[in-house]
Nanobody, 116 residues
Framework: QVQLVESGGGPVQPGGSLRLSCVAS????????MGWYRQAPGKQRELVAT???????NYAASVKGRFTISRDNAKNTVYLQMNSLKPEDTAVYHC??????????WGQGTQVTVSS
């Protein structure tokens, strides 16, 4: 089992920045990929960014160039640096991990609201 706890969400004005963090505990040694998905009201959950244990990254086209994902394997933590935020980035952001045996775990989510 892997437990995930997110932090760092909140309200921000358009053009602003936020940094999300997610700490994994439990069987964290089994984790390969970590990442973030988001879900806006009335919309399906969508990929934001993922990163493998060896640092390979993948981004949604809508956030490429604005968001940066990184991880600290020693701390079992993944980060999402979000710059140049837009109102359409408003959503609940969920931390995600996938183990080497392809079991997925999700965090409870942290709200990001971009509004003037």
């Amino acid at each position: 089992q892997v437990q995930l706890v997110e932090s760092g969400g909140g309200p921000v004005q358009p053009g602003g920045s936020l940094r999300l963090s997610c700490v994994a505990s439990g069987s964290s040694f089994s984790i390969n990929a970590m990442g973030w998905y988001r879900q806006a009201p009335g919309k399906q959950r969508e990929l934001v960014a993922t990163i493998t244990r060896d640092g390979g990254t993948n981004y949604a086209a809508s956030v490429k160039g604005r968001f940066t994902i990184s991880r600290d394997n020693a701390k079992n933590t993944v980060y999402l640096q979000m710059n140049s935020l837009k109102p359409e980035d408003t959503a609940v952001y969920h931390c995600y991990t996938r183990t080497y045996t392809r079991v997925d775990y999700w965090g409870q989510g942290t709200q990001v609201t971009v509004s003037s």
